[in-house]
């Protein structure tokens, strides 16, 4: 790689004074150029590096199966998922599921409902699923594409349940620890208070912060989760926690606390994503698809 | 100002307040009023006034006046110089501002009042404005040293013309005025001489070169010349030199004064200074000799012109003189006091010459009052015996005065120091007891001999000089010659009056006892004529020895013996002077403290000190009878302790004290020797004594002694009020004149006494100075004694350290040695150790080299192992090669032997073959040969086809190769294949998925959509269960059909329902009508036949395959069959690949097949409901149609969606067609093997 001549030369020092991701676009892109592309390479980039925007859908589609990892394909296969799109919401107007006025968050509920075989009958109503609107809200605001959008909603949250739900359960605990050793005392004042148990875990682990952290830091979360981790949540928790933990601290009502952590301020919140992410790579050492 | 001006100008005249306040008001307002007024008014007011009322206080302010004022003072002097008649308080103005020393003095000489100053002294006549102007002058010469320059010869001019007017006396003045002038024209000559020597030599020269000048300078000048030494600068400067500004810059006012008084040699002038004060001392004898010798004639001259010059100084004194010699009646008293006026003037005399010694001048003593009093002097008390005698006892004493060349010492000393080397010849006889008698009568005949000779020769003299003295002056007198020379001691006593109060008081006292005294001797004189004849000159002598004797010590204990003698002579003569002096012993008393003046000035005689006191204070009674204790009284030593000897002490280190007592003593016993001799000789010839020329000041000074002399007498003898009445007498002139001239005589001494005042204060200036420089040097000294102290320590210091540093050099020597001895040791170990390492080291090489050598052995013996090693491997080789030979050759022996043996036996075999050959005969041979030939065709034929089968092999062998590499290649390429195949499998797998997930997806949908009909349907059937039949009866049976079917439709549908959960999709869907068709669409759809033609073939085949769905396989072979055409073509187009595809794909679908063989059974099972479906074509159309009829709102939609679509369309118009897609899927399978097949056997 070295001697690579189209490679940067500066390469080595822009680590160093911290530009990280310059080299890694590149890097990125030579394995975008592979033609079956190598899933678990690509899985480890995201893991270790954060992807660059211009090719995180891309990434992500291929990461959760939406495109084949033969690039020659990927046209038909597109056309494929773009004809069942279209076939699914066009059976839905049909079935008045759904009309022009339907909300694309729903419209996609729907779907997914349909291709899970849960769709409701007319007649019944269902509470709506909360926590795949929230993801499919997040989502709109990454993708453009609705089908796009759609196929990533869909995508994630099987790969997700498939591949942590039986793991989420345990996600709190091992917050819990993580807290013992980073800030024993907020841990302690959180149980004396008896918040931690009120503590919004579905927020954090089932939405995956979708609607907690706006978007731009929320994607660098998902390429995470996306790329095998879901470790990631805790230290992002952890690390929400560990930012506000003075004002957590003054508060003495679990409600408040819950209701603060809810609706964190959406400044910092790139630093905060950033800190987790250091904090789950030291702690999770090198993140090889560690859960 | 302008207002004020007036007032002060006013308050002037109270300046003569006689409230001191007022005028210390009066003065502080003019003074301020001076300084802050710049204008002149106030000056010229004052300076008015002062002309006008001569007042003190005025003078005092203009002589202090500041700088800004002092151009108009000095500018207003000058106008005022310009009047005649206020020319001479102008000049003493003049005089009191120069002596105050203004900081502005040197401003002077530009101003033109220093002008009309010499103008007025060249060419006023009035004496009492030219004494006072050269006066003047005098004192600013020093001050304005630099002015010279462009006046000198104004001060010369002035100088010869002062000078002449002695001589010539063109204002014809009185002769008093002209002792004055003479006075002040000796000092100018003095300071030109001392400042400008060459210039004013050379002036002298040529002026005094003139003829007419000639008498002058013979009269003057020389003797004037006579009292200076050769001036330095005469040797060493030049006349440029000396008016350099540049030369006077170094020197203060005093130094200038002081240097002048250097180069004179008259002691009233002459300083006493820096070694030139023991010089006249020791030089002015001698000189005084040399003069004597040299100038013995030219001294009567001098004498001659010493009594016209001072004739006109006695003239005075002679003046009043007359009278007493025409008034011969004398009282007793007035004889006594007239007696005693010299004693006393004499012991003045003495004292002053005492303090004039010292160089001291008493500031309390005026000669104003002294002058004020010397009214007409009155000798004529006196009787003249008693005259004479005195004047006979005085006269040696002034002519040793005058002739000793007037110098204090010289003149008296002699004369009184003759007896004093006798003295001290005799002191051991004198110190003697009782030996004072006999001492003393030798002297005494000898003294009283002596000094009665030349007193009678002065005396002689005295009258001839006097009577030239008559001739030259208009009047003359015996007596009142003494008189007057008496009057002449006085003056100089006066003049130079040391006036100690202490002294004076002594004085007082002494003169009291010594009236007494002589109130007694008067008597015994009278009786005794002759003998105070002896007497008096001796006790003047005495007396002015005693005077002498502040400078000399013989005579100062001559001067004792001088006292002891005269007391025995007073005993003698008068017996009731013992008793006096024993009674009351005021006499002795006053001889003591006399002496005891005498001896302070002498403390280095102490050792006597006291004896002297012992004697003399104590017992004063024993004096007389005792003459032992006289031997002791002589010795001078001071009884009383010495105040100012004591303060030199303390102010100087001892040992300055002691080198100046030294040195005068030395210097004055070297005097007093000479004195000595020169008294003797002048004894001898005494006329010569009397020669000697007198200095001017002297002149004056005797002026100013006989003037106050007779004003003595004149008081003692008459009454107050008849003073005026005897101006008459005297001078017989007219009073006023007298009075005038007595004034202007008055103003003439004060200016005098001014100017010696302030060459006193210059001189004071100096001492000041010179004991700085005293103290300064002593400090020094003690410095320097410190320091050779030090010195000396450091010297020992140094000697010790000396001594260490040797002991340290010594050791350091030492351990030097010891190091070089152990560095020469060391050196040598080194040298052995070296050459032992130089050994080692050519050892070293030798071994090395030899070392080399047999590395180079080895080599070649290596070299020579490998040439031999090569030897054994190649005889090894050739043995084996031999061994192999020998085995050859072995078995070729073997063979060798084998044929022999062969040979043998075909040779037997021949002999046997030819014994029978012979013994057939020859047709056998024929037989034979014959047969040897075919033998021989055979074989070649069989070589031939050898060969031929050789080549073939060969070819064979290489087709074989040519093979093996193709087939590895194949196997390559089938390698690549595979992973390519792989690859493509995986694609098209994750397409499949792709397509799978929308399968089911699209199943969902239809699923949804069949739920959604079965609802709809139901619908339908509630709302319509009556209106069935009306409406079609096919419909209708179609409906009934269905009906009990629908039940297990909707089983089926239900089971469909269910089916996702169901794992094996692909088994139920044969089961259920609607959902059998999609199995085969994907495949339809995935395939990528043509779509004509498999609808076509669909349409074609559905028939039979309705017909016997069971027997689809013979069947379908034969569209295979015809197929191939298709098929064929596709490998073609795709190659190697496509075949590999198909291979995959057979793969595939072989074991596709194998799960869709149940299928067709499944279908041959369901063959009889199929069947039921089938046999009913026309209404199932219908029925399809309705359904057909009943998607149209979606089929819009859908068409555009892509290739499915129109398949969809087919599937639901051919629900029942849908089926044979299951047995197609075979044949199209059987179609990939036969193509495999038909593929492998093409290749």
């Avoid at chain 1, 931690?196 to 952290?213: D, H, I, T, V």
């Avoid at chain 2, 027997?1111 to 596709?1130: E, K, M, R």
Wanted: one cysteine or more.
């Amino acid at each position: 790689m070295a001697d690579d001549p189209q490679r940067n030369f500066r390469s080595a020092y822009y680590e160093k004074v911290g530009f990280r991701g310059v080299e890694e676009k590149k890097s990125l892109e030579i394995l975008l150029k592979d033609n079956p592309l190598d899933l678990e390479k690509l899985s480890t980039f995201s893991q270790r590096f954060p992807l660059p925007s211009m090719y995180r859908i891309h990434v992500w589609k291929v990461l959760l199966g939406i495109l084949p990892p033969h690039s020659d394909s990927h046209s038909l296969v597109g056309g494929y998922r773009k004809e069942q799109y279209q076939d699914i919401v066009e059976a839905l107007e049909v079935m008045r599921y759904i009309n022009s006025s339907t909300p694309s968050t729903h419209i996609y509920l729907r779907m997914f409902q349909l291709e899970s075989q849960v769709l409701p009958r007319c007649s019944e109503t269902l509470p709506p699923n909360e926590d795949f609107l929230a993801i499919s809200r997040a989502m709109e605001e990454i993708v453009d594409d609705s089908i796009d959008c759609y196929w990533l909603i869909k995508c994630f949250i099987n790969q997700f349940h498939i591949k942590f739900g039986d793991s989420l359960p345990h996600l709190p605990k091992s917050l819990e620890h993580y807290l013992s050793q980073e800030e024993p005392r907020l841990l302690n004042h959180l149980r004396s208070i008896g918040a931690l148990p009120q503590l919004p875990y579905s927020l954090w682990f089932k939405r995956c912060f979708a609607g907690c952290l706006p978007e731009s830091s929320l994607q660098r979360v998902w390429d995470k989760v996306i790329s095998g981790s879901c470790k990631i949540l805790v230290f992002v928790a952890l690390e929400i926690l560990l930012s506000y933990k003075i004002i957590l601290t003054g508060n003495t009502r679990p409600e408040g606390v819950v209701k603060f952590l809810c609706n964190i301020p959406q400044e910092n919140t790139d630093a905060i994503v950033t800190k987790a992410i250091d904090l789950w790579q030291k702690y999770c050492g090198n993140p090889n698809h560690a859960v | 100002m302008a207002r004020e001006q007036p007032n002060v100008g006013d308050l002037l005249p109270l300046l003569e307040t006689s409230d001191l306040q007022q005028l210390e008001e009066i003065r502080s307002l003019i003074n301020d009023q001076l300084s802050t007024e710049r204008g002149s008014m106030l000056l010229n007011a004052l300076v008015d006034y002062f002309l006008e009322t001569n007042s003190a206080q005025a003078l005092h302010i203009l002589s202090s006046v500041r700088e800004p004022h002092d151009k108009h003072l000095l500018d207003k002097m000058n106008d005022c110089m310009a009047k005649p008649a206020c020319r001479l308080p102008t000049l003493m103005l003049l005089g009191h501002v120069v002596r105050k020393q203004p900081s502005w003095i040197h401003k002077m000489a530009r101003y033109p009042l220093l002008l009309s100053l010499l103008k007025c002294l060249k060419t006023d006549t009035d004496v009492v404005v030219l004494v006072t102007g050269v006066l003047v002058l005098i004192t600013l010469l020093p001050m304005i040293p630099q002015a010279g320059k462009q006046h000198l010869w104004e001060y010369f001019d002035i100088f010869g013309r002062l000078a002449s007017w002695n001589l010539k006396n063109p204002g014809h003045v009185s002769e008093v005025y002209l002792i004055h002038l003479h006075a002040s024209v000796y000092s100018l000559f003095h300071r030109l001489y001392g400042m400008y020597p060459c210039n004013f030599v050379s002036y002298l020269r040529s002026h005094y070169s003139m003829k007419e000048n000639m008498e002058t300078f013979e009269e003057v000048v020389k003797p004037m010349l006579e009292h200076v030494r050769i001036h330095p600068e005469l040797v060493t400067g030049t006349k440029d030199h000396e008016l350099d500004p540049t030369r006077w810059k170094k020197y203060e006012i005093h130094d200038i004064v002081i240097e002048c008084a250097k180069v004179s040699l008259d002691p009233k002038e002459a300083s006493c200074e820096e070694g030139y004060a023991t010089m006249p001392e020791n030089f002015y004898p001698q000189a005084h000799l040399r003069a004597q010798d040299s100038t013995s004639s030219p001294y009567t001259d001098l004498h001659s012109s010493y009594g016209s010059s001072s004739s006109t100084p006695f003239s005075t004194p002679r003046q009043p003189l007359p009278p007493p010699l025409s008034l011969p009646p004398l009282s007793g008293t007035q004889s006594s006091s007239s007696y005693r006026s010299p004693q006393t003037s004499r012991r003045q005399n003495s004292n002053s010459e005492l303090n004039s010694s010292c160089g001291g001048k008493d500031p309390l003593w005026s000669p104003s009052s002294l002058c004020g009093m010397a009214t007409p002097p009155s000798s004529r008390g006196m009787s003249p015996n008693l005259e004479l005698s005195h004047s006979a006892s005085h006269l040696p004493s002034r002519f040793h005065c005058t002739s000793g060349g007037k110098g204090t010492p010289a003149s008296s000393t002699p004369a009184t120091s003759s007896p004093p080397p006798t003295l001290s010849d005799d002191f051991p006889v004198i110190s003697l007891p009782a030996n004072t008698v006999q001492s003393s009568p030798p002297r005494k005949d000898r003294r009283p001999g002596e000094t009665s000779k030349p007193g009678l020769v002065r005396q002689e003299h005295v009258r001839e000089m006097e009577k030239s003295g008559e001739g030259a002056a208009n009047r003359d007198a015996g007596s009142a010659a003494n008189v007057t020379m008496t009057l002449t001691e006085l003056s100089v006593f006066v003049t130079k009056q040391e006036l100690d109060l202490q002294l004076r008081t002594e004085k007082e006292r002494e003169e009291a006892a010594i009236t007494e005294e002589l109130m007694k001797l008067t008597e015994d004189k009278q009786e005794l004529p002759g003998l105070r004849g002896y007497d008096s000159p001796f006790f003047h002598t005495t007396e002015t020895l005693t005077g002498r004797q502040t400078q000399n010590p013989t005579s100062s204990t001559n001067a004792h013996p001088g006292g002891p003698i005269r007391e025995p002579r007073y005993a003698a003569s008068t017996p009731d002077r013992a008793e006096n002096a024993s009674g009351g012993g005021a006499g002795d008393r006053a001889a003591a403290s006399d002496r005891s003046a005498v001896d302070r000035s002498w403390s280095f005689q102490s050792g006597f000190t006291p004896i002297d006191h012992h004697l003399l204070r104590s017992p004063s009674a024993p004096d007389d009878d005792s003459s032992k204790f006289e031997m002791f009284s002589p010795s001078p030593c001071g009884k009383a302790p010495v105040p100012y000897e004591s303060l030199f002490a303390l102010a100087l280190p001892r040992a300055a004290s002691l080198f100046v007592g030294q040195k005068t003593s030395e210097a004055v016993h070297k005097a007093a020797m000479e004195r000595l001799l020169q008294r003797e000789e002048g004894l001898e010839d005494g006329e010569e004594e009397g020669v000697v020329s007198a200095s001017p000041l002297e002149v004056l000074d005797r002026l100013v002694q006989q003037g106050s002399d007779a004003h003595d007498k004149v008081l003692k003898r008459l009454p107050l009020p008849s003073k005026s009445a005897d101006w008459t007498h005297f001078g017989g002139s007219a009073p006023l004149d007298e009075l005038h001239t007595l004034r202007s005589q008055l103003l003439l001494l004060h200016n005098q006494l001014l100017y010696e005042r302030y060459k006193r204060e210059q001189h004071a200036v100096r001492n000041r100075r010179l004991l700085r420089r005293i103290i300064n040097a002593t400090a020094l000294e003690e410095q320097n004694n410190a320091m050779k102290d030090q010195l000396n320590l450091q010297s020992v210091d140094i000697v010790s350290l000396r001594d260490s540093l040797q002991v340290e050099q010594q050791r350091y020597r030492q351990l030097w040695d010891d190091r070089e001895t152990v560095v020469t040791r060391l050196h040598s170990q080194i040298r052995q150790l070296q050459q032992s390492r130089d050994d080692y080291y050519t050892k070293n090489q030798e071994l090395q080299s030899k070392l080399q050598e047999c590395q180079k052995r080895m080599d070649d013996l290596e070299a020579e192992l490998q040439t031999a090693n090569n030897k054994v491997g190649h005889t090894g080789h050739l043995l084996n090669q031999m061994t192999v030979k020998l085995s050859n050759s072995e078995s070729s022996q073997q063979q060798m032997s084998f044929l022999n043996k062969q040979l043998l036996l075909l040779g037997e075999a021949h002999k046997l073959s030819m014994q029978d050959a012979q013994q057939p005969g020859m047709s056998n041979t024929k037989e034979t040969e014959m047969l040897r030939m075919s033998h021989m065709k055979e074989v070649d034929s069989l070589r031939q086809s050898l060969l031929a089968q050789g080549q073939k092999l060969e070819a064979a062998q290489q087709r074989a190769a040519e093979l093996e590499t193709l087939l590895s290649k194949k196997e390559h390429l089938i390698a690549e294949q595979k992973k390519f195949l792989e690859d493509v499998k995986c694609q098209a797998k994750a397409e499949l998925q792709a397509s799978d997930c929308r399968f089911q997806a699209q199943r969902r949908i239809t699923q949804l959509l069949q739920t959604e009909l079965l609802q709809l349907y139901s619908q339908v059937e509630m709302e319509a269960p009556a209106a069935a039949g009306s409406s079609s009866p096919p419909g209708g049976r179609a409906e009934t059909r269905t009906h009990p079917d629908c039940s297990g439709v909707a089983a089926g549908g239900l089971h469909a329902v269910k089916q996702p959960n169901s794992p094996s999709p692909r088994d139920s869907p044969r089961g259920t009508n609607g959902s059998t068709l999609s199995p085969g669409q994907p495949k339809a759809s995935g395939s990528s036949l043509p779509l004509g033609s498999s609808m076509n073939g669909a349409q074609d085949l559905t028939p039979p395959l309705l017909m016997e769905p069971s027997a689809p396989c013979p069947h379908a072979a034969l569209p295979a069959a015809d197929a191939p055409l298709t098929v064929g073509s596709y490998p073609s187009a795709k190659s190697f690949l496509g075949m590999k595809a198909r291979e995959l794909f057979r793969n595939k679908s072989e074991s596709q097949c194998d799960d869709e063989q149940p299928p067709p059974r499944l279908a041959g099972l369901a063959h009889g409901l199929k069947t039921e479906l089938c046999v009913e074509p026309g209404p199932a159309g219908p029925a399809a149609a309705t359904v057909h009829a009943k998607e149209p709102p979606p089929e819009p939609r859908l068409r555009p969606l892509g290739q499915g679509s129109p398949h969809r369309k087919a599937g639901p118009g051919q629900v029942g067609v849908r089926g044979p897609s299951g047995p197609r899927c075979p044949r199209q399978q059987l179609k990939i093997m036969d193509y495999n097949e038909t593929h492998h056997e093409h290749s």
